[in-house]
């Protein structure tokens, strides 16, 4: 089970940190992305982190914005996002990928198993 916080209203040029918060014993096994969805729009990929957290990856609209980070011990995942555009409110979603793709699908909706219920991020211009 996944919650995901810290979503909220801010101006355009300031910073949210969300984090998704993910129950069960083999968290740092887990591929952990995070995903986002804007009214009228598809669900699209805005970050994913390898299990041992070595390894980032970002979508370009958010590359140098947003910071992917994880906390294996607390089973926690994180996003920072500075520099927040209109264009990056949505709503949020933090997601698990099964250890068995190792990550190579790390943009595919479609392979990740477990979703967490979604924070609104609201940027205002």
């Known amino acids: 089970q996944l919650q995901a916080s810290g979503g909220g209203l801010v101006q355009a040029g300031g910073s949210l940190r969300l984090s998704c918060a993910a129950s069960?014993?083999?968290?740092?096994?887990?591929?952990m992305g995070w995903f986002r969805q804007a009214p009228g729009k598809e669900r699209e990929f805005v970050a994913a982190?390898?299990?041992?957290?070595?390894?980032?990856y970002y979508a370009d609209s958010v590359k140098g914005r947003f910071t992917i980070s994880r906390d294996n011990a607390k089973n926690t995942v994180y996003l920072q996002m500075n520099s927040l555009k209109y264009e990056d409110t949505a709503v949020y979603y933090c997601?698990?990928?099964?250890?068995?793709?190792?990550?190579?699908?790390?943009?595919?909706?479609?392979?990740?198993?477990?979703w967490g219920q979604g924070t609104q991020v609201t940027v205002s211009s």
């Open positions: 069960g014993r083999s968290f740092s096994n887990y591929f």
């Open positions: 997601a698990a990928q099964p250890p068995f793709y190792s990550g190579y699908y790390y943009r595919d909706v479609s392979k990740y198993n477990y």
């Open positions: 982190i390898s299990g041992s957290g070595g390894m980032t």
